[in-house]
Every structure is written in C-alpha cells, then in structure tokens.
C-alpha cells in the first residue's frame, strides 16, 4: 500500500469549514449551559466556563486534526481515501467496481467553494466511499477522470 506522504491533502478551505459546522454546535452547546447557569441559582459560572472550554478546544483543534487526518490518491486506476482520528479507515475503490459517482455541495460547501465526491460501487460493504473538502473544481475534475478510465475499460 502507498505511504501516507503520498496522499494528497484536502483543499484548506475544509478547516474553514469544518470551525462554522462546530462553532453553529458551539452555539447550541453555550445556549443550553445559558439556560442550566440560569436555572441553578448560585453557582455562577459552574456549568458555562466548562462548556465555553470544550467549544473552544473544538473550534481550535478539532478542526485541524480532522483535516490532517484525511487524504487521498487518484493513481493507477484506484481511488484511495484514508480518513479518520480514533478509527483510521484507509478504502481503496478501483475503477473497474465504480457503478456512479456524484458530486454534492451543501449550502456552506457552496459558500467555501468546496464538494463532496461520492464514489459508488457494486456490493453491500462500503459500497459507497464519500470524499469531503475538495474544491469544487477539483472534484469535478477527479469525476471526470474516473468516468474516462471506466469508459476505457469498457471499449
């Protein structure tokens, strides 16, 4: 298998993203220590200062660990997509089992100019491989390339 230097990363765009999906969390998460500082009388700060550190730690390192924590590699016929902190995944799809593939934006995907290129395949296990963080352009491109090598297998 490739080594881990020979992913390449996500468009940096991603962490952007990442801190507003946690800072709208983060919100929530302050709003309801908000409401349990108001309802226990006397115990001023007991409830909101440890929610105000766990939302800061999650906008400030969370973020950065996701993104390093993914990649990608587009070579030899193969889509290679490592992903996770805790629980690594490392799926390689060839092209010659892709059955369609899409790219999707979500409303602040679209803000960050960023996509998700969704790889489907034939069978039940991982039969479809999600590749959020790219630029638009890029995922377009990869699509693109993908369905030339399939349309080369076929002929």
């Known amino acids: 298998m490739d080594a881990a230097d020979d992913l390449t990363p996500l468009d940096p765009a991603y962490k952007t993203l990442l801190r507003v999906q946690l800072a709208i969390a983060a919100l929530v998460l302050l709003a309801a220590a908000t409401i349990a500082e108001v309802a226990i009388p ?16 999650a906008l400030i390192r969370v973020p950065l660990r996701r993104y390093h924590a993914r990649g990608y590699s587009l070579a030899g016929e193969r889509l290679r997509v490592v992903r996770g902190v805790i629980f690594r995944s490392d799926t390689v799809v060839p092209f ?31 039969a479809s491989v ?26």
């Open 130 to 155: 999600a590749l959020p963080g790219l630029s638009h352009g890029d995922a377009v491109a990869m699509r693109e390339e993908i369905r030339a090598a399939i349309r080369r297998d076929t002929r």
């Open 96 to 126: 010659g089992r892709v059955q369609h593939i899409d790219v999707g934006q979500g409303p602040l995907e679209r803000v960050f100019h960023l996509a998700t290129l969704t790889v489907h395949t034939a069978g039940t296990h991982n």
């Open 42 to 57: 006397g115990w001023t700060g007991a409830v909101w200062l440890p929610a105000l550190a766990v939302a800061a730690y």
